[in-house]
């Protein structure tokens, strides 16, 4: 297995571009791993609505990144004091009972740390309980992605508060997340245990499970192309924006001194209907904020409008 170097890139952009590109062009005959830690930014699986999984007016006020994987499965935030693990491999018919095999040397790592952690029955990584570890996987048939979370100093209030949403949905498809409590490696472990320490030690136990691990380091080409994917596919608002799936939610809209109480329609990210409860309103008004709503990316959408 070789140990990708990431160069501490922190990007989220760019280490999801990192992961597809090791996926799908490097040598299949070989195992690879990455370690990363992103910015603040919340991560949603390839089936997910954006504007469910996350609250996205808290997101942007605080700048937490939006940002869409290949792989299924629920949303998680990272910052700072979340590690990352991805593992590139093989195809397993059997995927789920490997990627108990990948994550085992994880938890013996923590374990090593006196760490009471343990896989659930979905392999995910718990501690008394808690999680502190989230997974998923992709497949392109001959090679297979399995990555995951470590939270060991995260902030957990901003955890809580970007992955709950402030919209009140009527319909949405879509992957929903499951939500769990969740706590930090942190907390079971002494003062001494830094992110570097967490690190070397998986390092450690992923070497005894897999064998020595080779550094891998890419060429500035390949860094090159992995900039292109970044930008044109993950940075971009059709990835993330325009692949969450149709849905129908209400606002209440700030009109001159009143609030109207309205349903909104989205297809595509994009806002295609608005309805309104007051069947009062006039029809001068209604049509005027119509005009303002009806073909706006909902994401850049004011929902409080003064009339000119």
């Given at each position: ?17 990192l ?11 070989n ?17 997910q ?17 939006l ?35 990948l ?9 090593q ?39 060991f ?17 009527i ?60 930008e044109?596919?993950y940075?971009?608002?059709?990835w ?18 009143d ?25 001068a008004?209604?049509g ?19 009339n000119?």
């Amino acid at each position: 297995m070789f140990l990708i170097k990431n160069n501490n890139i922190t990007a989220p952009a760019l280490n999801l571009a990192l992961e597809e590109y090791c996926l799908r062009y490097l040598d299949p005959a070989n195992d690879y791993l990455i370690l990363y830690i992103n910015e603040p930014s919340v991560v949603i699986g390839k089936h997910q609505n954006v504007f469910k999984e996350c609250n996205y007016t808290y997101a942007r006020a605080h700048g937490i990144q939006l940002v869409r994987r290949i792989s299924g499965g629920g949303a998680v935030f990272h910052d700072h004091g979340n590690l990352n693990f991805s593992f590139i491999t093989g195809f397993q018919n059997k995927k789920l009972s490997y990627f108990k095999k990948l994550v085992q040397p994880i938890a013996a790592a923590l374990h090593q740390l006196g760490v009471p952690a343990e896989l659930s029955e979905n392999n995910i990584i718990i501690i008394k309980g808690k999680k502190i570890s989230g997974n998923s996987q992709y497949t392109n048939i001959s090679r297979m992605l399995s990555h995951g979370t470590l939270l060991f100093d995260s902030d957990l209030d901003a955890l809580q508060n970007a992955l709950i949403s402030n919209l009140d949905f009527i319909e949405s498809k879509g992957v929903a997340s499951t939500m769990r409590q969740v706590t930090n490696i942190s907390e079971y472990t002494n003062q001494s245990v830094n992110m570097k320490i967490l690190t070397d030690t998986l390092i450690d136990a992923i070497s005894k499970q897999f064998g020595d691990l080779n550094d891998c380091r890419l060429s500035g080409t390949d860094w090159d192309r992995i900039s292109e994917l970044a930008e044109k596919k993950y940075k971009s608002w059709d990835w993330t924006f325009r692949r969450s799936p149709d849905f129908i939610v209400r606002h209440a809209i700030k009109y001159n001194a009143d609030t109207i109480e309205s349903v909104v329609r989205v297809r595509r990210g994009v806002i295609m209907e608005v309805a309104f409860r007051d069947r009062t309103m006039r029809d001068a008004a209604s049509g005027y904020l119509k005009s303002q709503l009806i073909g706006r990316r909902y994401d850049s959408a004011r929902f409080e409008i003064i009339n000119s």
